[in-house]
């Protein structure tokens, strides 16, 4: 494992992106739990990206989630209902892994869903560069309906019980602590937890970044 200063881990992230050899677009997941890190840390990278020259595309799950009226027929606070019935995986595959992918035409869209409308969405859609870069911030990104889809695996691991403590911070103008902590301790953490006993994603990874001190990260390179 390695241990280092912020930029040094970019600096390793965009090395890894570097090094991989396709004839499309990189599709690089960025996973990990809810207040993990992940999304800083895709916003970082895709700037390191940039900096280099490489065309980036910025996505996320949250672009990618069922209307709310189809989100919750388990319940509001139902970690299975988390975990199997939030996100479209047929779209993220349909108009944005897919074509980016071997054999893609590589025109795209980077979103379906507009969270703060719930409503859906149908962007323009745009035609990405062969040498581009797709960063992808989300949970549950190892599951099987996208594993084959990414060209590097980096895996964003952070003590579940810091995520509760970040996330109430990161909420405390929109949600009081107490509904905070019950959304992450009955639906959050317990879909997490099933999804590391269904499919173990830091055995997956390619890069598993160790992020409870954020300015002061480790790293370890998987080989499979």
Known sequence: MDRGTRDELLGRLAAAVGAVEVAHPVRVAVDGAPAAGKTTLADELAVVLRAQGRDVIRASIDDFLFPRAQRYPRGEYSAEGCYFD????????????????PG??????????????????????????????????????????????????????????????RAVVRERQVSSRAEVERRWRERYIPSQQLYFAQVRPADHADIVVHNDEPRQPAWETRSH
């Open 86 to 101: 939030t996100h479209d995986y047929d779209a993220l595959n349909r108009v944005l892994l897919d074509p980016l992918g």
């Open 104 to 165: 893609g035409d590589r025109c795209f869209q980077n979103a379906v869903y507009d969270r703060t409308a719930d409503a859906v969405l149908s962007p323009p859609i745009s035609t990405a560069q062969a040498g581009a870069v797709l960063v992808f911030d989300g949970v549950f990104l190892m599951r099987p309906e996208l594993f084959d889809r990414w060209d590097l695996r980096v895996f964003v691991s952070t003590a579940l019980e810091k995520t509760v403590d």
